[in-house]
């Protein structure tokens, strides 16, 4: 390249940057999202005023994800509460709410037993009460999660709140995948980020069992408990055990011996699908590096499994060794390692839909935080940085679906691994940073 072409290039990318830069601001931002929201408020009254036997008029069942939880909560009430997990009973009372529906819609109930209680509930009202009610559960959640983190991050621009609700509210895994789809992420968000609230008072074991909540869905634990083995952090492990503990007798008080053993069964079966040759899932909908090595392998076995092997060869040492070198007695440090390690949670996993990537709004809010903390000659690059992967982490999820049915290439699990690379980096930087402090 010569020299005129080099400085054409610079002066081309200097002006792409500057225009990014005039569009990243608050008050452009907060008028997109507003947008974005108004626009799904409309479309889902309509979508309630012209659903028909469960059918809207865009075609879709009403929050279709919602009925799998509807259906456990119906057999809970109406059967013997250990069926909840009794596929062939959920497949046909889920027909007979959804008639028509496609094989490949349907998932059998896989939740921890506890789980099914507020939907059996639910289960009392007619279905589409019961899902606007669960909307506004959701909603609830979702918004009470934001304001623990808020409360526990004060580093953060306390001027951005209302550009952090708007953006959270109009995020695709929770505005389309969750609340539209009637999926139930949120109710991990919402106890993950009260076991960090409680952490940052210094409430060990009222973490802990906080968090042991999240074990209703236990992939979402796959990395945060090894990384509280390796880093030393007994307090939380005694809280998390301890609820662990009730959460297993409330779980048994619910289903009994049998049900608890049927969610054995059906995690078994979940972990053989999910890993086998042949899923049978909707691949193009899960993040997690083996869907995408599934994807992007198509039925070449042996190939995903080794793209599954170098991922997590390249990737699990760093995070191990971040944890282990860790100072968890200094609060920066212990945010970017909560931070790294819920990002890569959602990568290195063997089963985590795009609508479990609401848990990636806790780790642009750590970091957010965190980045307060810099010294000011090294925020500019590290903010520059960050500002683009925010946009990437919220503009690529309207995308990622289609482009990975057509393609076999799931750019969200892409641009989720480039944070969780970056939080790599963000850890050292802090430990550094702490240990000359």
């Known amino acids: 390249m010569t020299d005129g072409e ?10 792409l940057h500057a225009a990014v830069e005039r569009r990243l601001n608050r008050r452009y931002i907060r008028s997109v999202c507003c947008l ?5 408020l409309l479309v889902q009254t309509f979508s309630f005023v012209t659903s028909e036997r469960g059918r809207t008029a865009f075609g879709p069942f009403l929050g279709a994800d919602f ?13 013997a509460p250990a069926r909840i997990y009794d596929v062939n009973l959920h497949s046909r009372l889920y027909r007979g709410l959804f008639p028509g529906v496609p094989p490949e819609a349907q998932l059998p109930y896989a939740n921890a037993p506890f789980f099914v209680l507020p939907f059996a509930a639910l289960a009392h009202l007619p279905y589409q009460w019961a899902y606007l009610l669960w909307m506004l559960i959701s909603i609830g959640l979702y918004f009470g999660g934001l304001r623990l983190l808020w409360g526990s991050y004060p580093s953060i621009p306390r001027n951005a709140w209302l550009t952090v609700v708007l953006l959270a ?7 389309i995948e969750g609340l539209s789809g009637g999926q139930v992420s949120v109710f991990g968000f919402f106890w993950l980020a009260l076991a960090l609230s409680l952490e940052r008072r210094g409430h060990l074991l009222l973490s802990g069992a906080a968090l042991s909540v999240c074990a209703y869905k236990p992939t979402l634990l796959v990395l945060i408990l090894p990384m509280l083995v390796v880093t030393r952090r007994w307090g939380l492990l005694r809280g998390f055990a301890i609820g662990g503990l009730g959460l297993a007798a409330l779980s048994l008080l619910a289903v009994g011996w049998q049900g608890c053993r049927n969610y054995v069964d059906i995690l078994l079966l979940f972990l053989a699908t999910t890993t086998g040759a042949v899923s049978g899932l909707r691949t193009w909908k899960y993040v997690d590096i083996n869907s995408f090595s599934r994807l992007l392998a198509g039925g070449h076995t042996y190939g995903r499994w ?24 200094r609060e920066n440090v212990r945010s970017a390692i ?13 089963y985590l839909g795009i609508y479990d990537t609401v848990l990636v709004v806790p780790g642009a809010l750590i970091t957010a935080d965190l980045l307060s903390h810099e010294e000011p000659d090294k925020r500019s690059m590290l903010t520059s940085a960050y500002t683009y992967l925010l946009a990437a982490l ?36 802090v430990m550094e940073t702490e240990a000359t402090a």
């Open 67 to 79: 009925a799998v939880f509807y259906v456990a909560g119906s057999i809970f009430d109406g059967y």
């Open 306 to 329: 080794a793209l599954v092997l170098v991922a997590a060869g390249c990737t699990l040492p760093l995070l191990v060794r971040g944890w282990w070198k860790a100072d968890c007695a």
């Open 338 to 350: 909560w931070a790294m390690t819920i990002v890569w949670t959602l990568v290195l996993n063997v």
């Open 394 to 429: 919220y503009l690529v999820p309207w995308v990622t679906q289609p482009v990975a049915r057509l393609t076999g290439v799931q750019l969200y699990t892409l641009v989720l691994a480039a944070f969780g690379f970056y939080l790599i980096s963000l850890l050292r930087r």
């Open 169 to 175: 509210f109009s995020f695709t895994p929770f505005l």
């Open 36 to 40: 974005l929201l108004g626009f799904f």
């Open 6 to 15: 080099s400085t054409g290039l610079h002066a081309v990318l200097t002006r």
